[in-house]
């Protein structure tokens, strides 16, 4: 059975990652809207996310990883960093931003830049904090012929991030940390109630009248 996959990623390399890269990717959507909305999916932005995944994202990260291996080749230190440095600089923004535009292009609003104006920074210096490590990885021991597969694989944990940026988050990390891991309702009652009592106590504290002589 495995061999019969990896001869079919062999003999149909380009349909083969595409495909995968594009599900996976869509796949990150249809998680985010699971955990945060699964009793009011939006099947049309899952559709949306497809159709950027499989027209851009999958055809252009086949094509990447190719010609840096062609520009680059071989996996010693020096030639991984110069495809990691490459790869972070040029390929990693134009994703995002095409993310960010295409979607909102499909979803016909009126300005398509309005999400990677207000995101796109935050998104790319969170990017930095994965992807690197990532697709050092990539290069250093991945085969060429099922590296866009692989980083489909990564790009179903930053696609269901970069959904829930879009719609809810600011494109930073801890936006979705808290996302993930949200503060107890007990622990944030305790809080609330605590930063009420001290602030009750300190306009007290300032209002009492001062001692007479």
């Keep these: ?3 019969a996959f990896l001869r079919h990623f062999r003999r149909y390399p380009w349909v083969t ?5 594009g599900c996976l990717f869509a796949g990150g959507d249809f998680v985010h809207q699971w955990f945060s909305r699964r ?3 939006d099947w049309s932005h899952t559709r949306n996310v497809a159709v950027v995944a499989f027209s851009f994202h999958g055809n252009f990260n086949f094509f990447w990883m190719r010609f840096l291996e062609r520009r680059f080749p071989g996996n010693s230190v020096g030639m991984v960093m110069r495809k990691l440095f490459l790869d972070q600089t040029t390929a990693a923004p134009l994703a995002t931003s095409v993310f960010y ?3 909102s292009f499909l979803e ?3 300005d398509i830049l309005e999400d990677w104006r207000e995101k796109f920074l935050n998104t790319y210096k969170t990017g930095l904090m994965f992807w690197p490590f990532m697709q050092f990885l990539n290069f250093a021991l991945v085969p060429l012929y099922v590296r866009t597969t692989f980083t489909g694989c990564c790009a179903f944990i930053w696609a269901t991030f970069l959904c829930f940026s879009r719609q809810t988050g600011d494109g930073t990390a801890g936006a979705a940390l808290l996302w993930m891991f949200p503060p107890k309702k007990d622990d944030a009652e305790e809080k609330e109630t605590k930063e009420k009592v001290d602030s009750e106590i300190k306009v007290e504290g300032t209002a009492a009248p001062k001692p007479t002589q």
């Design 1 to 3: 059975m495995r061999q």
């Design 17 to 21: 990652n595409v495909t995968l890269y």
């Design 39 to 41: 009793d009011d999916m």
């Design 101 to 103: 535009t295409g979607v």
């Design 108 to 110: 016909g609003k009126e």
